[in-house]
């Protein structure tokens, strides 16, 4: 299994990213498959994911309305398309896949398969 995160990178408050994550080396549909950030003296959190139950997509309350997670399954890719951006959304950007069946996000703990990350810095 790889994951592969690209189109990090610095921008402006209010601006925009889209990250993307590919994917190989296993059943793309039958993993849950989402982002988790982790900002300096910060724990890991999961901000959104699809899940493999049901295909519900989650938000964390922070991210919510600004950040819109999508997937291409031919391409076996996923996109996390970031707006309205804000300096405390700076973390690096983790792409995760389990074949563990897992409803939200969860916990990192849940998921065996991550990306090396990609920066996202946010200046005021």
């Known amino acids: 299994v790889q994951l592969v995160e690209s189109g990090g990178g610095l921008v402006q408050t209010g601006g925009s990213l889209r990250l993307s994550c590919a994917a190989s080396?296993?059943?793309?549909?039958?993993?849950?498959i989402g982002w988790f950030r982790q900002a300096p003296g910060k724990e890991r959190e999961g901000i959104s994911c699809?899940?493999?139950?049901?295909?519900?997509?989650y938000y964390a309350d922070s991210v919510k309305g600004r950040f819109t997670i999508s997937s291409d399954y031919a391409k076996k890719t996923v996109y996390l398309q970031m707006n309205s951006l804000k300096p405390e959304d700076t973390a690096v950007y983790y792409c995760?896949?389990?074949?563990?069946?897992?409803?939200?996000?969860?916990?990192?703990?849940?998921?065996?398969?991550w990306g090396r990350g990609t920066q996202v810095t946010v200046s005021s």
């Open positions: 995760v896949a389990d074949p563990a069946l897992i409803e939200g996000c969860g916990p990192p703990v849940f998921y065996d398969y």
């Open positions: 080396g296993f059943t793309f549909d039958d993993y849950a």
């Open positions: 699809i899940s493999n139950v049901d295909s519900a997509v």
